[in-house]
């Protein structure tokens, strides 16, 4: 497993700093609205991530380095997961994107638990697509 960033170690300690379901609901929130606003323009068909039980765009910025994925969700909840993910793997090449084990990085931030099946399944599928794209040639 890659090393954690100084901020996914903050969000760690945010999130098991928690007593309760509901002040981590709060904070998964607060992560929601901090997300990059994907523009309307790339939410078309070719960047929803199939899979999802709401509706969910994928783009993966080539031009940047490190790698960059712009995320969006209209799931308040669902955002603020995604938001996580993308601090787990920011930064990070390909190949260390493709070996991050998303499991374990929301049982570290206290959250597995809490995670309905729908919602594993549409991080699962959000996950395979980023993998997917990594692969694909430039």
């Known amino acids: 497993m890659s090393e954690l960033s100084q901020a996914a170690q903050q969000a760690i300690a945010d999130f098991q700093a928690c007593q309760q379901w509901e002040q981590r609901a709060r904070l998964l929130l607060q992560r929601g609205n901090q997300l990059d606003e994907l523009p309307e323009a790339q939410r078309t068909t070719d960047h929803l991530v199939q899979g999802c039980e709401t509706r969910v765009w994928l783009v993966l910025d080539r031009d940047t380095q490190p790698l960059r994925f712009?995320?969006?969700?209209?799931?308040?909840?669902?955002?603020?997961?995604?938001?996580?993910?993308?601090?787990?793997?920011?930064?990070?090449?390909?190949?260390?994107?493709?070996?991050?084990?998303?499991?374990?990085?929301?049982?570290?931030?206290?959250?597995?638990?809490?995670l309905s099946p729908s919602r594993s399944n549409g991080l699962n599928a959000v996950l395979k697509r980023m993998h997917e794209l990594l692969q694909q040639p430039a």
């Open 70 to 114: 712009q995320l969006a969700s209209e799931a308040r909840l669902l955002r603020g997961l995604l938001a996580l993910l993308l601090l787990r793997i920011e930064g990070l090449s390909a190949a260390q994107i493709i070996a991050v084990d998303v499991a374990a990085w929301f049982a570290q931030l206290g959250l597995s638990r809490q």
